[in-house]
C-alpha cells in the first residue's frame, strides 16, 4: 500500500523548532578552563635557603655547614636593628624545573606565591614576637648574584635589588605568603637570571619585649618554605 498521506512539519513549524533550539544553546555555558597549581616545597637535601647575620659576618647559618652556626639551620630569620649590627636576612631559591617541563612561560602564570611559617621569635632566642601592637614588614627582594647554601655568610652573601613582593607580620605560628608573581613569570620568561630571594624586614620595630624580628621555619625545619604557582 502506497503512503500519501505522510505529514511533515510545516516550514514555518520548522523554523520554531530552529529557534529554540539556538535559544537553548545559547543558554548553554561552557565550563571555564580549568586553572592548576604547581607547589614546590623541596626538602633539606634538595632545598636552598639560609640566612645570616650582620653581628657575626663571617658565620654560616645552614643545616649542612661545618660551623656552629648549624645548630640554627632550622630557621630563617628577617631583622632590623637601628645600629645595624644585629640585622638578619634570609636568602631562598626554588628549583623551578617542575615548570618549565611543562614548557609554560610567564604569561602562563597567574600567581606564584612564596609560603613561610612563622615562628616564635622569644621561643627560639631571636627577638621579640611580631604582634597587632607591633607589626613589621617583611619584604622579598630578587637577588642579582649566585650564592652556596652551606657557606653563604653576611660578609659573602649575594646583592639584592629589585622589590618582588612584601608582607606584614602581626603574629606567629601561622603560615604567610609573598605575591612574588612578576618575579617568577621573568625567571620562566629567562629575562631575568633564577639567583631567588632575599627576605629583609623593612624597618626596626622595639617593643617592650626587645627588638621585634621575624623568624620562619627553613626547609630542615618541620613547615618548610614553598613556593606556590597557578597557571
Not at 626538602?43 to 660551623?67: C, H, I, M, P, Q
Not at 645548630?71 to 636568602?91: I, K, M, N, P
Not at 629589585?162 to 605568603?177: D, E, F
Amino acid at each position: 500500500m502506497k503512503i500519501t498521506n505522510l505529514l511533515l512539519p510545516s516550514a514555518a513549524l520548522r523554523r520554531s523548532f530552529a529557534t529554540a533550539a539556538a535559544v537553548l544553546l545559547a543558554g548553554l555555558s561552557l565550563p571555564a578552563a580549568q586553572a592548576n597549581d604547581i607547589t614546590i616545597q623541596p626538602g633539606e637535601s634538595t632545598s636552598k635557603d639560609s640566612f645570616v647575620y650582620s653581628f657575626l659576618t663571617g658565620w654560616a647559618f645552614d643545616s649542612a655547614s661545618t660551623g656552629a652556626g648549624a645548630a640554627f639551620g632550622t630557621w630563617l630569620s628577617a631583622g632590623a636593628t637601628t645600629s645595624g649590627a644585629h640585622d638578619l636576612v634570609s636568602y631562598l631559591q626554588f628549583d623551578l624545573t617542575d615548570i618549565t617541563t611543562l614548557g609554560l612561560t610567564g604569561s602562563d602564570i597567574n600567581k606564584a606565591e612564596l609560603y613561610v611559617y612563622v615562628e616564635s621569635s622569644s621561643s627560639i632566642g631571636f627577638g621579640a614576637n611580631p604582634s597587632a601592637s607591633y607589626p613589621i614588614g617583611v619584604s622579598a627582594y630578587e637577588v642579582t648574584g649566585s650564592w652556596t647554601e652551606s657557606t653563604v655568610t653576611w660578609a659573602t652573601g649575594p646583592a639584592y635589588s629589585t622589590l618582588a613582593g612584601s608582607i606584614t607580620i602581626n603574629n606567629v605560628g601561622y603560615w604567610t605568603a609573598i605575591d612574588i608573581t612578576s618575579t617568577v613569570q621573568a625567571w620562566v620568561d629567562g629575562t631575568l637570571t633564577n639567583y631567588g630571594v632575599a627576605l629583609e624586614q623593612d624597618s626596626p620595630v622595639a617593643s617592650p619585649g626587645g627588638q621585634v624580628v621575624g623568624v620562619f621555619h627553613s626547609s630542615a625545619g618541620l613547615n618548610k618554605p614553598y613556593l606556590k604557582v597557578n597557571y
